[in-house]
């Protein structure tokens, strides 16, 4: 034990001096007055109480290990907040036991994963990044936080800001792709959606950046499994948007299921408590994830549950989700004098803080009002926004001049097991959204188009060798003027421990599709999935394809639109695409090598199978219409460390349609004490253009742009040549150089 502990403290230098200094605090004086006149009152038992967290039965998010008397627990102060109940009925009931029937009435904290929306769904996070529109983002949380918190819930385990690289890995989804520039602005514009301007107003909810740090390294995709990075890359690559949470001002942060580099991140607190609460100055509280604190015994890390306490506690792990343990061991280790009293004030205060903060001790019931919560869920407005921001997120694939569809047809074919189908359109995580509110393809295109006949046949299931329904498929497609085949990954095929090895179409589908394409009409495949696919078959054989990935209540209306032109699809892939499995980890920001790709040429980095560029490159996505951009032009050739450059494109709109494009500029660092990579996203700006419009696009640059971790781990802009790429997806190659002077 003391060995353990001796190297809890010792993890805590390991990444001293690496980031940014110590932020400013924000600390309300009257609040913290308030705690501490309240902790003065408070047991020990009951300040270990308010670090205690459990789950309603209703719904279990993880392994649940025991039932609880719940009620007794709060009771006896022995409970601060609990996850997954539901409704403002359900949370008032439980409101009422603590703020009436305990001893110091401290109201309890209710969280929830509110990922995508809360009865209003909206497309899976991955889907909405594809929008590259922080606006709507924004505007999204703000939607999911206004109905989670009419419905009694005060904190969202949201967003996901892991940086994910490996499409296996099923939780790709709940995040915003590969890149950590953008990642970075994703992350924040859902913390302001969430938490929006005062955590004080009845409508918002406490954020909570998860899941810190490097769960999406996950080795080999699988979830959970070991991650071993260096500590360049968990700089430059994991660590920023959770920074950029932090600087937005993130309530709450918390701990990832895996071990970084042998230590469980429950128990770095290197990275928990000397980089997030003490460098980067978070003052809001941090909880771990469902278990994690007592699952450092199977990782190897901790030989009995109080040593799991203890390790997990003195890491900074403020709040301890269903493991039990430190309701169980705090109050011993404290008596051993392992734990000092300090200690558990600090947590107990966070959290006490967030409490207040959100206006709890004011008045715990300002969340459970059930007539609001009536008019607040599934509220047309909100409707209304899920469809557009749904439209947003879709990106065209490919398109051989099919789409869009003409509404003139007289029949169309409608075929595929997300052709009619509610439930699998939530995604996962779908919050408390009910699959009969969701409108399905089929009916989207019903109100769509109610003179055209529609033949809907299912065709076969997501997964299975059933092809007993391929033959009324191709009847229904043989006799309609076009085909329409809504294929892909059903809810469950993404999401928490729903990886996959093979990310080709599962099941018989791969067959379907190209029984239909034999007819040879004009056929579009309409992808739902919550993760890129290896869909280099498809690319190659079918003239259309637009990705819808797993797009909510109004997913329906949403693709409907698309496919009959009235929105001309703007989405860019935040995630790369690759050819096949063998590819993985493929994605546009990795290094150059000795020997650079050149899939021509023998003694390169390459493959003898395969092509090693991607299939779609992140950024990538069409339109109905056509762009031309031009090469960039640099205000200056040469910049000193004080000044900033002006990067300007024209941009024509070269096709027949009003359409907008989103214009992206990446940089690269052509030499650095270290490697840098081929380029980095810098900027990008959408411009909304009429047929033959131009405009120009100007990005400004500035030295800070530059910078990275040197090899001596100084973050700063190395002097040298640089160059400048702008263009519609990270694969352009308009380009201009520069340089930076010493
Ligand atoms: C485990 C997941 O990793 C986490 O993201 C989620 O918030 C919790 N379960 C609670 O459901």
Redesign the pocket.
């Known amino acids: 034990m003391v060995k353990k502990i001796l190297l809890l403290l010792i993890s805590g230098i390991v990444l001293s001096g690496c980031s940014a200094r110590k932020q400013t605090t924000h600390l309300d004086p009257i609040i913290e007055k308030k705690i501490d006149s309240l902790m003065e009152l408070m047991t020990l038992e009951e300040k270990i109480g308010q670090l205690n967290q459990l789950s309603g039965m209703g719904e279990l ?2 392994p649940s290990i025991a039932t609880s008397d719940y009620a007794q627990l709060i009771r006896q102060g022995l409970l601060g907040s609990m ?2 109940v539901n409704g403002a009925k359900a949370t008032r009931q439980l409101q009422e036991i603590a703020v009436n029937e305990s001893r110091l009435k401290i109201p309890l904290l209710f969280g929830y ?1 509110v990922i995508h929306g809360y009865k209003t769904i909206f497309p899976i996070p991955l889907g909405e990044a594809a929008s590259f529109d922080l606006e709507a983002i924004e505007q999204a949380a703000r939607i999911a936080a206004t109905e989670a918190t009419a419905a009694g819930q005060h904190w969202a ?1 949201a967003p ?1 800001v892991d940086i994910a690289r490996d499409p296996r890995w099923g939780r790709v989804m709940e995040g915003a792709g590969e890149d950590p520039y953008y990642g970075s602005l994703v992350a924040k514009a859902r913390v302001r959606g969430f938490q929006g301007k005062n955590l004080a107003d009845k409508n918002t909810l406490a954020a909570c950046a ?2 810190f740090v490097a769960y999406g390294a996950a080795m080999a995709g699988r979830d959970y499994n070991t991650v071993d990075i260096s500590d360049r890359t968990l700089q430059e690559v994991y660590l920023p948007p959770f920074k950029a949470a932090v600087d937005e001002g993130v309530a709450t942060f ?1 701990v990832a ?1 895996n071990e970084l580099n042998g230590t469980p991140m429950s128990a770095h607190r290197g990275l928990n408590v000397d980089l997030l609460k003490n460098t980067w100055g978070f003052e809001g509280f941090m909880v771990s ?2 278990g994690s604190v007592g699952e450092m015994i199977p990782h190897g890390y901790c030989a009995t549950p109080e040593e799991a306490a203890l390790a997990g506690f003195k890491a900074g792990v403020d709040m301890d ?1 269903e493991s039990r343990l430190y309701v169980n061991h705090l109050k011993n280790l404290v008596e051993k004098g392992l734990v000092s009293e300090k200690e558990i004030n600090d947590a107990v205060r966070r959290i006490l803080r967030i409490k207040y903060r959100l206006g709890l001790f004011d008045d715990p019931f300002r969340y459970c009002d059930t007539a609001y919560e009536k008019e607040m869920l599934l509220n047309p407005r909100h409707l209304e926004f899920a469809r557009i921001s749904a439209c947003k997120s879709m990106v065209l694939l490919k398109n051989q001049g099919i789409l869009p569809l003409s509404r003139e047809m007289r029949s169309l074919a409608l075929i595929g097991p997300m052709a009619d189908n509610q439930q699998d359109m939530l995604g996962t995580w779908q919050g408390q959204g009910e699959a009969r509110h969701v409108v399905t393809l089929l009916n989207g295109i019903k109100e769509k188009l109610p003179n055209t006949r529609i033949l809907y046949a299912k065709g076969c299931d997501f997964t299975g060798n059933d092809r007993s329904g391929f033959a009324e498929a191709i009847n229904a497609a043989r006799s309609a003027d076009a085909i329409i085949v809504a294929a892909g990954e059903s809810a469950m095929m993404s999401g ?1 421990a729903l990886c996959r090895t093979n990310l080709d179409l599962p099941g018989v589908q791969k067959d379907l599709i190209r029984e239909l394409n034999k007819l040879g009409k004009p056929l579009v495949v309409v992808l739902f999935n919550g993760r890129p696919l290896t869909i280099e078959w498809l690319d190659q054989e079918v003239p259309a394809i637009l990705e819808a990935w797993l797009p909510g209540t109004m997913g329906g209306s949403a693709v409907a639109d698309i496919l009959f032109g009235d929105y001309n699809p703007s989405g860019k892939l935040p995630m790369t695409f690759p050819r096949n499995v063998g590819q993985i980890p493929l994605f546009y920001y990795h290094k150059n090598t000795g020997r650079p790709t050149n899939d021509a040429v023998r003694y390169t980095s390459r493959y003898i199978d395969s092509p090693s560029t991607p299939l779609y490159p992140f950024g990538y996505g069409l339109s109905y219409t056509t762009f031309e951009i031009s090469a960039p032009e640099l205000s200056a050739t040469s910049i000193g460390q004080n000044d900033s450059l002006v990067v300007s494109v024209k941009v024509k709109n070269t096709g027949t349609r009003k359409g907008s494009e989103l214009v992206q500029m990446y940089v690269q660092d052509k030499f650095g004490s270290v490697t840098r990579p081929v380029r980095e996203l810098k900027g990008f700006k959408r411009v909304e253009l009429e047929p033959g419009q131009e405009t120009v696009v100007k990005f400004t640059l500035r030295v800070s742009d530059l910078a990275f971790y040197t090899a001596d781990m100084t973050f700063k802009a190395e002097p040298g040549d640089f160059v400048v790429y702008v263009g519609s997806d990270s694969n352009t190659q308009l380009q201009a150089g520069f340089s930076l002077k010493p």
Request: glycine share 6%.
């Open positions: 998010t993880g996850l997954n994963d385990f996901m998860k899941h918390m299921f994830d469902w989700m928490e």
